[in-house]
């Protein structure tokens, strides 16, 4: 008797795990295809909406545009749950800025992902970034004439979903135009936020080295080697205003202030009582102390997401240096195209 009522015991306790189990099973079945994903092809297009099935071979994807959608399982480069920053106050999909990791100068502490690479097309110049590892970017940068040309590394370290830190270092020649140009800028990024809304503050030291042209009246003009070196901070951010639409906000601050000894020439001139003029009697060097005349360079603007590998940027800047604030009246003009 015992073993019979011991046999129904453990009977009863299967069926009631087996029914749990089942139950569990349902409920999160039911709850992944509640979930908003997106997948992503090999050939960037992406599809939008809820899982309903997969298996080895494909993926079902019940999408608003398209209705249901099989995608074969080699033919997907990623499929992510879509997060909740990315969904507005209706419940929709708004896709976080595939372009978020710039701003119209700046950088930020985002980092572009291996195997991600674009071109930004200024009026100035092309400016291409490689994505090369694991948050880990290079880059090249130059005008349409190729000088000068400047090189970017980047890497970047995430904290969690919401902020990350950058270290990068820019180092530029002026390559065949010989004017001794040279420049170094190491610099450090702090970024909140992610791809949808974010908000960064960066900094470092601005190395530039030129050849200066010395004229004097007593032997025939020689060039020199001159560096300066400043502090450069920026503030910057951008948020997603829609589905396409970005609001973007680049600053670009030399702070002024610094004393800094220089040399500077002048000229002797003495009486001639003969003559009755001051007549020219060498040149000389003296040494000076100066004071450093900070600027700022303010750039807001909108980004227009016009597919999904192609961007278009546009704002007006403002320069504000000795006291006062003056309009650029060239706007600033950029498209984003993914590689």
Known sequence: MKLKITSIIILLTCMMSFNVFSQENSEQSVSDTLKTHVITKNDRTTFVGKIISQDPREVLIETKEMGLVAIPRHEIREIREVGARELNVKGEYVPGEVFATRYFITTNGLSIAKGENYIIWNLFGPDIQFGVGENFGLGVMTSWLGSPIIGTAK??????????????????????????????????????????ANITFSAGYGVIGFKEEIISFTSSPSKKRVSEGRM????????????????????????????????????????????????????????????????????????????????????????????????????????????
């Not at 969690?160 to 530029?172: I, K, Q």
């Not at 010989?178 to 420049?183: E, K, P, R, V």
């Open 155 to 196: 890497y970047s370290i995430p904290f969690n979903d919401n902020t990350s830190v950058a270290m990068g270092l820019l180092l530029g020649t002026d390559t065949w135009y010989g004017s001794g140009f040279a420049m170094a800028l190491p610099y450090a990024a702090f970024t909140i936020g992610d791809r949808v």
């Open 232 to 339: 450069l901070i920026s503030f910057a951010g951008m948020f997603k205003a829609g589905k396409t639409v970005s609001i973007v906000f680049d600053s670009f601050i030399v702070p002024g202030g610094q004393k800094y000894q220089t040399t500077e020439s002048y000229e002797v001139y003495q009486f001639n009582p003969i003559s009755g003029f001051n007549e020219y009697v060498e040149t000389r060097e003296r040494n000076v102390t100066k004071t450093r005349e900070g600027f700022a360079l303010i750039l807001p603007g909108l980004r227009f997401q016009t597919t999904p590998n192609k961007a278009f940027q546009f704002g007006f800047a403002g320069v504000f240096a000795g006291g006062e604030a003056t309009p650029v009246p060239l706007p600033m003009i950029q498209f984003f195209q993914k590689l």
